[in-house]
């Protein structure tokens, strides 16, 4: 069956400008994540939800970030206002279950450049 | 692509060698570990798993390895082949909490 899949896979876009990143999860996946990577280093937690309500958002760097799901499918992730050092990638991942014995699935991820 | 693992610590290894990449965790609570390869420009994929109840588990040409007394981790790759170069992450998570911990990450690289 299909992966996680996101959209854009890249986007470029001016500082101050708002952005919105789009993730549909496996199908059947009732948890959804949303990581960033730096260049050159790990993955950063922003965010989780388990059907479309969230209960942890204290990952998210800044209220300029914000993000959403419709039932048990697609996130999207909006950026407000993008800065310099929001430019990372912007991974999206599924799985069957929030914890322990359920892998999560990822995607390509969303490259996002602010100039 | 990206240039993944820019600033990572590097394994070179020559191909058809071993391969031991290693992962120290943090957390003594954690009861389920995972080992992801990110190969540049992709998301992280999943390769093996191991519960805390468990000190070893095979699968094809990979095998992991967990210490908890040290809280360590390790994932042995058997011939290693030019398509395993890539960036390798260790990730942990407890059965109480639904966020996935990823470890800094090690750059492999498969001299032909």
């Known amino acids: 069956g299909a992966g996680v899949s996101q959209s854009p896979s890249n986007k470029v876009t001016e500082k101050g400008k708002d952005v919105e990143l789009r993730c549909d999860p496996i199908?059947?996946?009732?948890?959804l994540y949303w990581y960033r990577q730096r260049l050159g280093q790990g993955l950063e937690f922003l965010i989780y939800f388990q059907g479309n309500s969230a209960p942890d958002k204290s990952g998210l760097p800044s209220d300029r970030f914000s993000a959403e799901r419709t039932g048990e499918s697609v996130s999207t992730l909006t950026i407000q206002r993008t800065q310099q050092e929001d430019s990372a990638v912007y991974l999206c991942?599924?799985?069957?279950?929030?914890?322990?014995?359920?892998?999560?699935?990822f995607g390509n991820g969303t490259r996002l450049t602010v100039t | 692509g990206e240039n993944v693992g820019l600033h990572l610590p590097t394994l070179s290894v020559q191909e058809g060698d071993n391969s031991i990449i290693n992962c120290a965790y943090s957390?003594?609570?954690?009861?389920?570990f995972i080992w992801y390869k990110q190969e540049s420009g992709k998301g992280p994929q999943f390769i093996i798993d191991?519960?805390?109840?468990?000190d070893k588990r095979q699968g094809q040409r990979v095998t992991v390895l967990l210490n908890k007394t040290v809280k360590h981790l390790s994932l042995q790759i058997a011939a290693t082949q030019p398509g395993d170069s890539a960036v390798y992450f260790c990730?942990?998570?407890?059965?109480?909490?639904?966020?996935?911990?990823f470890g800094s990450g090690t750059r492999l690289l498969v001299r032909p």
């Open positions: 199908s059947g996946h009732t948890a």
């Open positions: 991942a599924s799985s069957r279950r929030p914890s322990g014995n359920s892998p999560l699935h």
């Open positions: 191991i519960r805390s109840n468990m």
């Open positions: 990730a942990e998570i407890s059965d109480s909490s639904y966020k996935l911990i």
């Open positions: 957390n003594s609570a954690s009861d389920y």
